[in-house]
Each structure stands twice: as C-alpha cells, then as structure tokens.
C-alpha cells in the first residue's frame, strides 16, 4: 500500500492506535463477531469493510473505505452520560473526514441480525448515491 493510501485510509492514525487496534479485533465482543460473520468476505453488496479500523486518533469498529461508512457496535456502556457525551465528540470529529457513522447496539445485532442487515445494505445503497453525486 502506497503512503499515501495509507494516510487517506487511516487519516494519519499513530502506530501505538494500529497496536490498540489489532488488539481489539483480537478480542472483539460477541455482538461485533456476530456482526463480522456478515460484513467480512465482501458479504454486503460486495463492498470490503474492515473491523476495528484505525482513523487518525479512533478506532471504528467496522469501517468501509469507498463509502466513508463507519458502524459502531454500543455496548452498555454507551449508555453512560460520560460515554455519549464522548461519542458525540468522537462523532464530530469522524465527521470532519467526511465519514458517516451509523451504530447498533448490542442488543439490536443479538434479537434482530437481520433487520440491522437490512438497514446496513440500505445505508450502503444511500451512500453509492451520494458518493456518486458528489
């Protein structure tokens, strides 16, 4: 890969956040390898997403490149004031790359795959469309 793909892909991540990320796709939760089995091999609409993805001083869950998408798993934790309250700025910053974020809960991915399925193919086909506009 390139330098230069690797700065436009990562958005200038750090070594020690490559480090944090291979650590946490090592020990990924039960929701994000429930969630993996569907995304990885090119599985929605033959787009390649990558798990715990590196992007400048974050780490996405899942992220795919072409479509500037991120999907976030939220464990309970995200329930915190603190932690939304984080989320929100994490999410501001993202945003500023020109990267969408959408988000699941733990919850979601466990009683009903198939609709977060569902609705990760319709973001997808939304984001094909506005990608290409621009």
Known sequence: ???????????????????KAKYLRENMTL???????????????NLRFRAQHP?????????CYPLKLVIEVDGGIHQSSEQKEYDIGREAEINHWGIKIIRFTNNEIE?????????????????KLELKTL
Request: overall charge negative; hydrophobic content about 45%.
């Open 1 to 19: 890969m390139a330098m230069s793909d690797q700065v436009s892909m990562f958005y200038n991540a750090k070594p020690h956040i490559f480090e």
């Open 31 to 45: 929701a994000e390898l429930k969630l993996w089995d569907l995304l990885k091999e090119k599985q929605v609409q």
């Open 55 to 63: 992007i400048d001083i974050f780490i996405a869950d899942f992220y």
């Open 111 to 127: 009683e009903d795959l198939n609709k977060v399925i569902d609705e990760i193919n319709k973001i997808c086909s939304i984001q």
